[in-house]
């Protein structure tokens, strides 16, 4: 099990989106096939299991990669979340 260094999820660095970028990388790939909420509850429970973060600071890394561009999300169907690609690279 990995440990990244994650004292305060209000203050995720660079470096910490990066490293939990490459663990998800590593499981998923650079395109995950998933409906929204699916993709980001896979991402958080992979970050969860791989690193010593909590369920919670999983979820807000997941929130922090998508918000900083890390982590998209590109729907079948526009306006519709059940289906479609997330892509999973540097912002």
Same mark, same amino acid.
Request: proline share 3%; no cysteine.
């Given at each position: 099990?990995? +440990? $990244?260094?994650? /004292? +305060?999820?209000? #203050?995720? +660095? =660079? +470096? %910490?989106? /990066?490293?939990?970028? %490459? ?5 998923? !790939? ?8 699916? !993709? #980001? /509850?896979?991402?958080? &429970? %992979?970050?969860? #299991? &791989? /690193? ?6 999983? =979820? @807000?890394?997941? &929130?922090?990669? =998508?918000?900083?561009?890390?982590? @998209? ?10 289906? !479609? $690609?997330?892509?999973? !690279?540097?912002?």
């Amino acid at each position: 099990m990995a +440990n $990244l260094p994650f /004292t +305060n999820v209000r #203050k995720i +660095n =660079e +470096n %910490q989106i /990066t490293r939990a970028a %490459q663990f998800l990388r590593a499981e998923f !790939g650079f395109r995950h096939t998933a409906s929204y909420f699916r !993709g #980001k /509850t896979r991402f958080r &429970d %992979q970050l969860h #299991k &791989d /690193t010593a973060m909590s369920s919670l600071e999983s =979820e @807000q890394m997941v &929130d922090a990669l =998508e918000t900083r561009g890390w982590l @998209q999300f590109w729907p079948s169907q526009p306006i519709r979340l059940e289906a !479609g $690609l997330w892509t999973l !690279g540097a912002a």
